[in-house]
């Protein structure tokens, strides 16, 4: 399923069997929960408890690439192995045409992880998520390359709001509307996909350099850059952010000894950028 983040490998929430499979077929740990991806506000009051906070984001971001975790509400709607036998779902409804389509079409929640095996950058375009685990699929929508490129958000709101994993949606635009956010507790199973070594390509990846060493791929950043894997020339971090995952892969076919990233400024997108490159390169626990 394309999503406006990136593809998703899509089953029927309320399917554990279904469930199960997308599980295997990604390889994931079947403690790290799935998201339950819904049509639209009507059906995300149905199997989450939404205060007024919830209310508040949900308003100002969906459709779009913002994931809110919150208590659940139908435990039937998504199932217990979807939730990773939480008393919480994530919910979000996603910015994609085909992605509504799909999900209104089943009248219910579609739990759609990055349709990479686990621990692998998330796919960004139709062939990616082929080749990622295309051949576990029934059938597979072709939405085009994905607007963004970078996963949605993850918001918590079971207590006070947290930042459980940072995304397309930037800290600065949900503080804007809830306030300040808490920092994430250091307790992986919240959201497991803040564990280290994700989103990583077979090269080992360096960050920060300012020059490659021979034999290294470069993904270079601005006006300075060089070579094919520019992320930005203009030194744009939403245009990084849609390159980011392709051009890893695209740098990691040519087998080099390692794949080195210049320096990405923090600010805005850049927040989520480095974090899924502290990821790729293993270091964030
Ligand atoms: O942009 C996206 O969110 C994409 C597209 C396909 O929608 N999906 C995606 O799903 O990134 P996935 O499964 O790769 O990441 C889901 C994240 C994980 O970090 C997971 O731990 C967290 O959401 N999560 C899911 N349910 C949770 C819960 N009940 N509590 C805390 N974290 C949860
Ligand atoms: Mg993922």
């Known amino acids: 399923m394309p999503t406006e983040t990136v593809y998703g490998l899509a089953a029927d929430a309320a399917n554990a069997r279904a469930v199960a499979a997308v599980y295997a077929a990604k390889g994931r740990p079947s403690f790290n929960p799935l998201i339950a991806h819904v049509s639209d506000l009507a059906m995300a009051r149905r199997i989450a408890r939404f205060d007024a906070r919830a209310e508040a984001l949900a308003a100002a971001f969906w ?3 913002l994931t809110l975790v919150l208590p659940a509400a139908d435990t039937a709607a998504v199932c217990d192995l979807a939730r990773a036998g939480l008393d919480t779902v994530a919910v979000r409804a996603p910015g994609h045409p085909l992605a509504h389509a799909l999900i209104a079409a089943l009248g219910g929640p579609v739990v759609a992880p990055s349709a990479n095996r686990s621990g692998r950058p998330s796919p960004t375009t139709y062939a ?5 685990t295309g051949e576990a699929a029934a059938a597979a929508l072709d939405g085009g390359p994905c607007q963004i490129g970078l996963e949605s958000t993850v ?8 930042l459980l994993r ?3 949606v930037t800290r600065a635009q949900i ?3 809830i306030g300040p956010l ?3 507790e250091d307790d992986a199973k919240r959201s497991p996909g803040r564990l280290a ?3 990583a390509p077979n090269a080992p990846v360096r960050l920060e350099v300012t020059q490659a060493a021979p034999g290294e791929a470069w993904l270079s950043f601005g006006p300075s850059g060089t070579g094919p894997w520019n992320l930005s020339p203009g030194g744009d971090l939403a ?6 995952f392709a051009y890893l892969r695209a740098a990691d076919r040519t087998g080099p000894t390692g794949i080195a990233v210049a320096p990405i400024p923090s600010d805005g997108l850049g927040e989520a950028i480095n974090d899924r490159l502290r990821r790729a390169a293993g270091f964030v626990g």
Do not use: F, S, W
Request: hydrophobic share 45%.
């Open 63 to 65: 459709p779009g690439p």
């Open 128 to 132: 990616d998520a082929m080749e990622e």
């Open 155 to 162: 918001v918590g709101l079971l207590d006070e709001a947290r």
């Open 166 to 168: 940072p995304g397309a």
């Open 175 to 177: 503080e804007a509307v």
């Open 182 to 184: 808490a920092e994430a």
């Open 197 to 199: 070594r994700h989103y």
């Open 239 to 244: 245009e990084a952010a849609a390159n980011l």
